[in-house]
Nanobody, 123 residues
Framework: VQLQASGGGLVQAGGSLRLSCAAS????????MGWFRQGPGKEREFVAT????????SYADSVKGRFTISRQNAENTMYLQMNSLKPEDTAIYYC?????????????????WGQGTLVTVSS
């Protein structure tokens, strides 16, 4: 599967953005999906993940209650709605896919990655 993330940009603290991840191929529903981010000088970190059918989700504590992950399998697309953004949310956001299991927060367990989209939150 090929992934392409989009929707990043510059936003003021407290604002919102919605990221999209478009997937190629006809088997999108067979992949568990996730969002990760990498801030300046930081390692890539887990943000959120969603089960194949979209029925189950999991979030990093730092974004819980502010971010919402979702997917539309018929459209081969995953989303990340980000509300109440903070300067510390500034990062390149990556979407990723894996074919076995779901719920992993370890980037090394995701086989497929998008190119990333930059989110900058100003104070």
């Amino acid at each position: 599967v090929q992934l392409q993330a989009s929707g990043g940009g510059l936003v003021q603290a407290g604002g919102s953005l919605r990221l999209s991840c478009a997937a190629s191929g006809r088997t999108f529903s067979s992949y568990a999906m996730g969002w990760f981010r990498q801030g300046p000088g930081k390692e890539r970190e887990f943000v959120a993940t969603i089960r194949y059918s979209g029925g189950s989700t999991s979030y990093a504590d730092s974004v819980k209650g502010r971010f919402t992950i979702s997917r539309q399998n018929a459209e081969n697309t995953m989303y990340l709605q980000m509300n109440s953004l903070k300067p510390e949310d500034t990062a390149i956001y990556y979407c990723a896919a894996r074919t076995t299991g779901w719920g992993s927060r370890n980037p090394s367990e995701y086989a497929y990655w998008g190119q990333g989209t930059l989110v900058t939150v100003s104070s």
